[in-house]
């Protein structure tokens, strides 16, 4: 059985029995096989960046004995995981920000209800903000003393209508929503059809920059069709 640190295990304790689980940044893999061995993951994909952590991954993995449980893969943060490939996925070992980009840059994989065990080193204020923002529900909180530093551990989940909520809220005023305020209608009209037309655009044009802004575009879309549809509902 490996034994893996204190911060580690707390991580590992957050994952559900029998979750397919995508380990970012695994470096050595200790905690994919503690996973396995510990019957708590009934599979892992055990990602890095760089190559050499994952070739000693391997090592560490077949001697555990434990290859055909976990799947070794190169990859910059969630660009080697395909949609619905895991139920949970977990992301330690690093600063606030570099989370924060691996879970922008990876947003198309990420699914509604999807769950996510998360441990910054830095920014956690920030990291925070960036959660909520971003449609990620906290669920529950640990924080682990080890080697004199200490370590949060955030469990959480993504809420894909929570996400818009919150945008949305952020983007036109939470109370001018729920007031049904005719001005913002009538501007959310004007912006709808507006977005749509450069929407339009970008899709015609070549340009690097496409995914992007029609990444931006449809989300902007999406936040003026649930103000107009909640304000709806409301009549």
């Known amino acids: 059985m490996y034994q893996i640190s204190k911060r580690l295990e707390t991580i590992a304790s957050c994952v559900p029995a029998g979750s397919t689980v995508a380990d970012i940044g695994t470096d050595h893999a200790y905690m994919p096989i503690?996973?396995?061995?510990?019957?708590?993951?009934?599979?892992?994909?055990?990602?890095?960046?760089?190559?050499?952590?994952?070739k000693k991954a391997e090592t560490n993995v077949e001697e555990a004995g434990v290859r055909q449980s976990i799947d070794l893969r190169l990859s910059d943060g969630l660009a080697?995981?395909?949609?619905?490939?895991?139920?949970?996925?977990?992301?330690?070992?690093?600063?606030?920000?570099?989370?924060?980009?691996?879970?922008?840059d990876g947003q198309?994989?990420?699914?509604?209800?999807?769950?996510?065990v998360l441990s910054p080193q830095s920014e956690i204020m920030h990291f925070r903000k960036f959660l909520e923002k971003r449609g990620f529900c906290t669920d529950n909180e640990k924080m682990v003393e080890e080697d004199g530093k200490?370590?949060?551990i955030i469990?959480?989940?993504?809420?894909?209508?929570?996400?818009?909520?919150?945008?949305?809220?952020?983007?036109?005023?939470?109370k001018l929503i729920e007031q049904k305020d005719p001005v913002l209608l009538k501007m959310l009209a004007k912006e709808l059809e507006s977005y749509r037309k450069v929407k339009a655009k970008v899709?015609?044009?070549?340009?690097?920059?496409?995914?992007?802004?029609?990444?931006?575009?449809?989300?902007?879309?999406?936040?003026?069709?649930?103000?107009i549809d909640q304000c709806a509902a409301r009549s």
């Open 150 to 152: 200490y370590y949060v």
């Open 34 to 54: 503690y996973l396995i061995q510990n019957s708590i993951a009934s599979h892992v994909i055990a990602m890095d960046v760089n190559k050499g952590p994952l």
């Open 108 to 116: 198309d994989v990420i699914m509604d209800g999807q769950q996510f």
């Open 155 to 174: 469990c959480c989940h993504y809420d894909a209508e929570y996400e818009i909520r919150r945008y949305a809220q952020l983007l036109y005023g939470e």
């Open 80 to 104: 080697g995981l395909k949609h619905g490939e895991a139920d949970v996925i977990t992301i330690s070992g690093m600063g606030g920000k570099l989370i924060e980009k691996i879970l922008t």
């Open 203 to 227: 899709e015609a044009s070549n340009s690097v920059h496409a995914v992007v802004r029609l990444r931006e575009l449809a989300r902007d879309i999406e936040a003026i069709e649930y103000v």
